[in-house]
Every structure is written in structure tokens, then in C-alpha cells.
Nanobody, 128 residues
Framework: QVQVEESGGGLVQAGGSLRLSCAAS??????????MGWFRQAPGKEREFVAA???????????DSVEGRFSISRDNAKNTKNTVYLQMNILKPEDTAVYYC????????????????WGQGNQVTVSS
């Protein structure tokens, strides 16, 4: 059974910080590090790319809207190889959305349809 689970969302004031975590587990993920990405969807809007990281952690991509404020990283230790984090700083009300974590065996780009595994989403609300 494959599980992709996000945590760490919540309510924060504008200018504040939050860190999201995502853990992918299950037989599929037990032996290999997967590429992973973060997406978000605000009410009434389409899901959009936020950040992505390669399986090794050596390559990262960011949406222009979060570049310089958000940072994606991963822990590739033996027992946490498919755990990624999204550090979100200088949060703005327009960052309010449900944040989704996605995983794929090879792809770590901006196209959501390319990812095979998804979490259920985690709400982030930034008050002004």
C-alpha cells in the first residue's frame, strides 16, 4: 500500500513561516528515493506548481511566485529517504491554499499530471 501524507499546515499571519512535511511510504518507496513535488490549489483556482526536488536532492525547481521565500529539501537517510519538506517564509495571504505533495519515480518538474502518487492535501491559511 502506498501512502503519501502531508503535515504541518495551519494558520499563520502574513510575514510568518510554516514548514510542511511529506512522507511517502509503502512497498513502492521502501528501496528507492523518489522525486517529489509540492503543488497548491486555492479556492476557485486550478492546482499550481510550487516546488520540486530530484531524488538525490541535487536539483530543485520553484514557481516564480515563491522563489526566494520557499525552500524545498529532503532527507535521504535510510529510513526517511522519501521525506521532503517545504519551508515557507515571508508568507502572504495569496499563499493561502491546500498544499499537495506528489511523488514520482523519475519526474520532478512542473506538470502535475506527470506525478504518479499524491497526498490528500494540507490546508495553509495566511491571514492579513
Amino acid at each position: 500500500q502506498v501512502q503519501v501524507e502531508e503535515s504541518g499546515g495551519g494558520l499563520v499571519q502574513a510575514g510568518g513561516s510554516l514548514r510542511l512535511s511529506c512522507a511517502a511510504s509503502g512497498r513502492t518507496f521502501s528501496n528507492y528515493a523518489y522525486a517529489m513535488g509540492w503543488f497548491r490549489q486555492a479556492p476557485g483556482k486550478e492546482r499550481e506548481f510550487v516546488a520540486a526536488i530530484s531524488w538525490s536532492g541535487g536539483t530543485t525547481y520553484y514557481a516564480d511566485s515563491v522563489e526566494g521565500r520557499f525552500s524545498i529539501s529532503r532527507d535521504n537517510a535510510k529510513n526517511t529517504k522519501n521525506t521532503v519538506y517545504l519551508q515557507m517564509n515571508i508568507l502572504k495571504p495569496e499563499d493561502t491554499a491546500v498544499y499537495y505533495c506528489a511523488a514520482d519515480s523519475t519526474y520532478y518538474g512542473r506538470v502535475s499530471e506527470e506525478y504518479d502518487y499524491w497526498g490528500q492535501g494540507n490546508q495553509v491559511t495566511v491571514s492579513s
